[in-house]
C-alpha cells in the first residue's frame, strides 16, 4: 500500500510539473512585440536617405502577429511620422503590408493615396525607429555601376589602343616623308600647310562647333579668283583674343558674295559628306555664313604651291615627281568616283566635271588633291533623267569631253558622267608629261590645246575635238622613256572619241602603282624651279 501510494504521488508531482512546464512554454511563445507606437504628427525627416522617427514612446503589440509599421507621408507643406503595431492580416488605410518579414523599415511609395505616401513593416523589436528611403534604387544603381565597370575599361582600352595607332601611322608618316617617299594619312588626318611647307593638323577648327560660331579667321592675300569666288591665304587665330605671338594656322577662305549662294552650298554639299575625305581630296573643315559681310565661306586646307597649272608654269618635273602627281591625281579621282570607302561602306559616287589643272592643289609631299566642287554632281541612283538633263553643260570647254561639248552625254546611265571625269584627267597628264625632264628638251608651258585662244569658246573646241577629232600632240621623243611611253598609253585610252572604250580613273591608279618600280631607272632629282616666288594661285576660267 505504501509503494503504490509513494507511485501515485510520483505520478502526479511529474503530471502537474509537465503542465507547469507546458503553461510556462506557452507564455514565453506569447510575448508580444515591442514597437514604436505614437499617433501622427510632425516630421523634418525630407524623405531622402536614413530618417529616425520623432516618436519617444514604446509599445507592447497587442497579438502576437503584429509587426511594426512606420508611416510619412506629405501634403502641401505638411510632413508627418505615424508609428504603430498592425497585423498584416488586414488592411491598412485600405492598403495590404507586403514585404514585410524585414529586420529593418524599408520605405515603399504608395501612390495610390493620392499625396506622397511612404510605409514600411518590419519584425524587429523597436524596429520601425529608423526608417531607410530609396535603398531598393540605391542598390539597383549599384548593380547599374558594377555591370557597367566592364564596359568602361573595355572603352578605356580601346580608345588608348587606338591613340597608340594614331602616334604610330603620324610617326610611320613623319619617316616616310624624310625618305621622300608619298606621304600615307589614309585614316582622314588633315594636312595644313603654311607658306614654309610645315605641316600641323587643324585641331582647332574640327573642335568648334561651326554651326553656331564663327572662326576667328584673319584674311591674308588673295591667292585665287573664279567665276563664282575668290580665294584668300587666311590665319586662323587659336582664339579671339589671343595674340599673334601665340600662334596661328594658315587655311584658305573660298569667299562667295550672297548672290552665288547656289554655287556655295553645292560645294558645301559636297565638301560636307564624310564618306569624301581622302588623301587626295582637298581637306575641309566649315562652311560659314557670314551675314555681316553678306558673304558665304568656305574654310578648306591651305597648300603653298599652290594649283598644278601654275606649278607646273614655274617648274619642270622629273620622272619619279610625274609618278607622284599623276598616281595620286588618279587615286584621288578614283576615290570620288567610287561606290564605296576604303573600309569597304557603300558611299555615293561623285562626279567632278570640271577636272583641269588649275582645280587640281599640289602638296608639299608633290602629290595632288582635287579642289573646286562647286559644279560636282552626286550620282545617287534616285536621280531621275529630267534631274541629271537640268545639271546642264558645265565645266572648262578647254577640258570638255567631246560628248558633253555635244550636249549628247548618255543621262541613262551615271557612268557617263565619271567617263567625261577621265577625258578631262587625260588632258590634265599630258600637261604634266609636257613638263617632265625625262621627254628631253622640255618647251614653255602650254595648256592643252595650245594652239587656242586663251580661254576657247565651246564652238571652237567643238571644231577641234569633234569635227577634226584633234587631241594634244604625244611626239615620238616622249615615248623613248619606259614610264612615260606607258603613261601616254594610257593617256590614248582615257581620251578615245568613244566614251565607253576609256578606263576608269581606278584603272588608271592601278596601272601608275604597277609603274612604281620605274623609279629605280632614273635617280629622283629636285625640281628645276625657273622662277623661284610664292606661286600665286590663279583659277583659269
Known amino acids: 500500500m505504501e509503494i503504490l501510494g509513494f507511485l501515485a504521488f510520483w505520478c502526479g508531482t511529474a503530471l502537474f510539473g509537465s503542465i507547469l512546464l507546458q503553461e510556462a512554454e506557452a507564455d514565453f511563445v506569447k510575448v508580444k512585440r515591442l514597437c514604436r507606437f505614437c499617433d501622427v504628427q510632425p516630421t523634418t525627416c525630407t524623405g531622402r536617405g536614413i530618417c529616425k522617427v520623432e516618436c519617444d514612446r514604446t509599445a507592447i503589440c497587442t497579438h502576437d502577429d503584429e509587426v511594426c509599421v512606420t508611416i510619412w507621408r506629405r501634403k502641401e507643406d505638411n510632413v508627418t511620422f505615424e508609428t504603430l503595431c498592425h497585423n498584416p492580416a488586414h488592411t491598412l488605410y485600405n492598403l495590404v ?38 535603398r531598393q534604387m540605391d542598390s539597383q544603381v549599384t548593380v547599374i555601376i558594377v555591370s557597367l565597370v566592364p564596359l568602361l575599361v573595355m572603352a578605356i582600352a580601346v580608345i588608348t589602343s587606338f591613340y597608340c595607332y594614331r602616334v604610330h601611322r603620324q610617326r610611320s608618316a613623319s619617316s616616310k616623308r624624310k625618305k ?17 611647307g610645315s605641316d600641323s593638323s587643324s585641331t582647332l577648327a574640327n573642335n568648334l562647333n561651326h554651326n553656331t560660331e564663327l572662326l576667328p579667321i584673319e584674311l591674308d592675300v588673295q591667292v585665287g579668283k573664279g567665276r563664282f569666288a575668290e580665294v584668300y591665304k587666311a590665319k586662323l587665330k587659336q582664339g579671339s583674343t589671343v595674340s599673334e605671338e601665340q600662334g596661328f594656322e594658315t587655311v584658305a577662305v573660298k569667299i562667295f558674295s550672297y548672290e552665288e549662294y547656289a554655287s556655295w552650298k553645292n560645294e558645301k554639299d559636297i565638301f560636307s559628306d564624310a564618306d569624301l575625305r581622302h588623301d587626295n581630296v582637298l581637306h575641309f573643315l566649315t562652311a560659314e555664313e557670314r551675314k555681316v559681310q553678306r558673304q558665304y565661306w568656305l574654310i578648306t586646307a591651305y597648300h603653298s604651291m599652290g594649283n598644278l597649272q601654275d606649278y607646273l608654269t614655274h617648274h619642270i618635273v622629273s620622272w619619279h615627281d610625274l609618278w607622284l602627281l599623276g598616281e595620286s591625281l588618279a587615286q584621288g579621282l578614283a576615290h570620288l568616283h ?61 577640258y570638255m569631253a567631246p560628248e558633253v561639248l555635244e550636249s549628247r552625254i548618255n543621262l541613262e546611265n551615271i557612268e557617263s558622267f565619271k567617263q567625261a571625269d577621265v577625258y578631262s584627267m587625260a588632258l590634265v597628264l599630258w600637261e604634266v608629261i609636257s613638263r617632265c625632264s625625262a621627254i628631253g628638251e622640255v618647251k614653255e608651258y602650254e595648256p592643252p590645246f595650245g594652239n587656242l585662244r586663251e580661254h576657247p569658246c565651246v564652238e571652237s573646241m567643238k571644231d577641234s575635238v569633234l569635227r577634226d577629232r584633234g587631241r594634244p600632240e604625244i611626239p615620238n621623243s616622249w615615248i623613248n622613256h619606259t614610264g612615260i611611253q606607258m603613261v601616254c598609253a594610257s593617256i590614248e585610252e582615257c581620251w578615245d572619241h568613244d566614251p565607253e572604250a576609256r578606263l576608269t580613273a581606278q584603272c588608271v591608279a592601278e596601272r601608275f602603282d604597277e609603274m612604281e618600280f620605274l623609279d629605280k631607272l632614273s635617280e629622283r632629282s629636285n625640281s628645276e624651279e625657273k622662277i623661284p616666288e610664292e606661286i600665286i594661285v590663279v583659277d583659269e576660267k
Open 180 to 196: 621622300g617617299a608619298p606621304l600615307d594619312f589614309s585614316d582622314g588626318h588633315a594636312i595644313m600647310v603654311d607658306e614654309e
Open 97 to 134: 503590408l507586403d514585404d514585410y518579414n524585414n529586420v529593418e523599415c524599408e520605405m515603399k511609395e504608395r501612390k495610390e493615396m493620392g499625396s506622397e505616401f511612404f510605409m514600411c513593416a518590419c519584425v524587429e523589436e523597436e524596429c520601425n525607429d529608423r526608417i531607410f528611403f530609396n
Open 338 to 398: 567610287s561606290d564605296h570607302t576604303s573600309g569597304g561602306c557603300y558611299k555615293v559616287p561623285i562626279a567632278h566635271r570640271d577636272i583641269k589643272s588649275s582645280n587640281i592643289l599640289v602638296k608639299s609631299d608633290l602629290t595632288c588633291c582635287l579642289c573646286d566642287f562647286g559644279l560636282a554632281l552626286r550620282l545617287d541612283n534616285t536621280l531621275s533623267v529630267d534631274e541629271l538633263a537640268n545639271s546642264g553643260q558645265v565645266g572648262t570647254a578647254r
